[in-house]
């Protein structure tokens, strides 16, 4: 059964930071790219940052450069998403997702065919 499952998500204050796990069971990770996306209350859905399976890093948000950081551990099969100077912006549930290949596309969810739970990051002073 394929499955992605995030974790680490909580409340953090503005200028904190979190990292997320993604862990991916009844696949083999190293041959899929993995992409965070999120999703704030009354907006929707957007493409955060992605790591291909040859390690490249896209991102689609400028407001995160700098501040996030994507990595992956094929041995554990778990993508991590360090997310460091939160703002209160970064507030939504994030979501990790499997695309349909090795590369990260466009970030886009139609181009991914797996998703986790989510986890809630909450920014909050």
Do not use: H
């Amino acid at each position: 059964q394929l499955q992605l499952v995030e974790s680490g998500g909580g409340l953090v204050q503005p200028g904190g930071s979190l990292r997320l796990s993604c862990a991916a069971s009844g696949f083999t990770l190293a041959y899929y790219a993995i992409g965070w996306f999120r999703q704030a209350p009354g907006k929707e859905r957007e493409g955060v940052v992605c790591i291909s399976s040859d390690g490249s890093r896209t991102t689609n948000l400028d407001s995160v450069l700098g501040r996030f950081t994507i990595s992956r551990d094929n041995a554990k099969n778990t993508v991590y998403l360090q997310m460091n100077s939160l703002k209160t912006e970064d507030t939504a549930v994030y979501y990790c997702a499997r695309s349909r290949g090795g590369l990260c596309g466009s970030i886009r969810g139609s181009e991914y065919d797996t998703w986790g739970q989510g986890t809630q990051v909450t920014v909050s002073s």
